[in-house]
């Protein structure tokens, strides 16, 4: 199973807003509805930002927001923040009853 | 407060052995799947393996099929995972995690295969 494909980083200046992508096959994110995404600062463990493709686990603010089209998700920061910075993944279920991430995205807070 | 803490990383030759635990508390353990994802240094992270409430279905990754087992005791509100054969390319930090959404995580233990 590949990585599921996100671009490697994104920038924005603080209030900008961001979208990260993240593609994969019909054997996954064009399955399910089992798409979440995680944040990881440095040195830190992941924390779910996003689960079942549209929703914000409580204490995550609301501007992070899920979509999904096809075979492609998407994380949209709105309002960036300089604590936003960090890298994010993308995850999802597969028909295999395997999961899979993304390859990650760095995002900078210019 | 929902925890998981992993324990059992270190150091270990190439084709050696290591056992990984994770303890759970905080929670109802035993309503919940669990999964182990990984982490290379500097690299992204890798969906290892998951196994449902009763340890009744388990699925593993590709990579690792064939020599980790991914087990648990409901009793111990534990997770393991034992790893055999173990490679250079299985050096990474271990996270223990809860549920359909990975959620939380542990803080993770490195596992380092070297010679």
């Known amino acids: 199973q590949s990585a599921l494909t996100q671009p490697p980083s994104v920038s924005g200046s603080p209030g900008q807003s961001v979208t990260i992508s993240c593609t994969g096959t019909?054997?996954?994110?064009?399955?399910?509805?089992?798409v979440s995404w995680y944040q990881q600062s440095p040195g830190t463990a992941p924390k779910l930002m996003i689960y079942?493709?549209?929703n914000r686990p409580s204490g995550v603010p609301d501007r992070f927001s899920g979509s999904k089209s096809g075979i492609t998700a998407s994380l949209t920061i709105s309002g960036l923040q300089a604590e936003d910075e960090a890298d994010y993944y993308c995850?999802?279920?597969?028909?295999?009853?395997?999961?899979?991430f993304g390859s990650g995205t760095r995002v900078t807070v210019l | 407060e929902v925890q998981l803490v992993e324990s059992g990383g270190g150091l270990v030759k190439p084709g050696g052995s290591l056992r990984l635990s994770c303890a759970a508390s905080?929670?109802?353990?035993?309503?919940?799947?669990f999964s182990w994802v990984r982490q290379a240094p500097g690299k992204g992270l890798e969906w290892v393996s998951s196994?449902?409430?009763?340890?009744?279905?388990?699925y593993y990754a590709d990579s690792v099929r064939g020599r980790f087992t991914m087990s648990r005791d409901n009793a111990r509100d534990s997770l393991y995972l034992e790893m055999n054969s173990l490679r250079v390319e299985d050096t990474a930090t271990y996270y223990c995690?809860?549920?359909?959404?990975?959620?939380?995580w542990g803080q993770g233990t490195l596992v380092t295969v070297s010679s």
């Open positions: 196994i449902d409430t009763r340890g009744a279905y388990i």
């Open positions: 019909s054997s996954d994110i064009g399955s399910y509805k089992r």
């Open positions: 995690t809860r549920g359909t959404w990975f959620d939380p």
């Open positions: 079942e493709v549209t």
């Open positions: 905080g929670f109802t353990f035993n309503r919940y799947d």
């Open positions: 995850s999802s279920f597969t028909t295999s009853n395997t999961y899979v």
